[in-house]
């Protein structure tokens, strides 16, 4: 089984609202990732958890938050968002954080801010 | 700085048509080069992944080439189908021992005409 799952589908959220996006990976993976993607473009990283802890943040602003409350779950808290920031936002997982592994991703959480 | 390329942007064939897909890549310090689809408004589907050391690799009617002295990746699709329509992304994972992210290649939409 290769699958990430990521709910909701859609979100429609205002400016002044507080919104998770939940992701979620029952394969023993230890690194999980959040991307962006605007339409037509390519997905751009924001975050890595490996084992748990934040690897990387990509200079992401701090209205998104993520969060790895176990190696299976990676949520991103989303509070005072812009309209810029409609887009897809992609879960991926992989085995490990070494450079070896395929990522796998989830189907998206298609945003709108409002 | 990684940069990937992908050319043509958009490719439209008839049912049947063997075709060729191109990725290119700036810096051959990689650890792998990961091929997806995506499919308008879904998330990525993991086609083929081949590591810096290997030449080739097979998945079904698709057949993946790297020659990272040359900064090179190409994908061969044999007898094209209508299902293969989708946006193929190129990505390499860089070996630059420190943020070893994925960088994505725009893509190339690809149309096969029944």
């Known amino acids: 089984d290769t699958e990430v799952t990521q709910t909701p589908k859609h979100l429609v959220m205002g400016m002044t609202n507080k919104k998770s996006l939940k992701c979620e990976q029952h394969?023993?993976?230890?690194?999980m990732y959040w991307y962006k993607q605007k339409a037509k473009k390519p997905p751009e990283l924001m975050f890595v958890?490996?084992?748990?802890?934040?690897?990387i943040n990509e200079s992401v602003p701090s209205r998104f938050s993520p969060e790895c409350p176990n190696s299976s779950l990676l949520n991103l808290h989303l509070h005072a968002l812009q309209p810029e920031d409609s887009a897809l936002y992609l879960c991926?997982?992989?085995?490990?954080?070494?450079?070896?592994?395929?990522?796998?991703f989830g189907p998206g959480t298609r945003l709108l801010v409002l | 700085k990684q940069e990937v390329t992908q050319i043509p942007a958009a490719l439209s064939v008839p049912e049947g048509e063997n075709l060729v897909l191109n990725c290119s890549f700036t810096?051959?310090?990689?650890?792998?080069l990961q091929w997806f689809r995506q499919d308008p408004g879904k998330g990525l589907t993991s086609l083929l992944l081949i590591q810096s050391s290997q030449r080739e690799q097979t998945s079904g009617r698709l057949n993946a080439s790297l020659d990272k002295s040359s900064g090179r990746s190409t994908v061969y699709i044999a007898a094209s189908q209508p299902g293969d329509s989708a946006t193929y992304l190129c990505?390499?994972?860089?070996?630059?021992?420190?943020?070893?992210?994925?960088?994505f290649g725009k893509g190339m939409k690809l149309t096969v005409n029944p």
């Open positions: 394969m023993g993976h230890r690194a």
């Open positions: 990505a390499v994972r860089g070996d630059q021992g420190g943020s070893e992210k994925l960088v």
């Open positions: 810096d051959s310090a990689i650890y792998n």
């Open positions: 991926a997982s992989s085995q490990d954080w070494t450079g070896w592994e395929t990522q796998y």
């Open positions: 958890y490996s084992y748990e802890k934040l690897s």
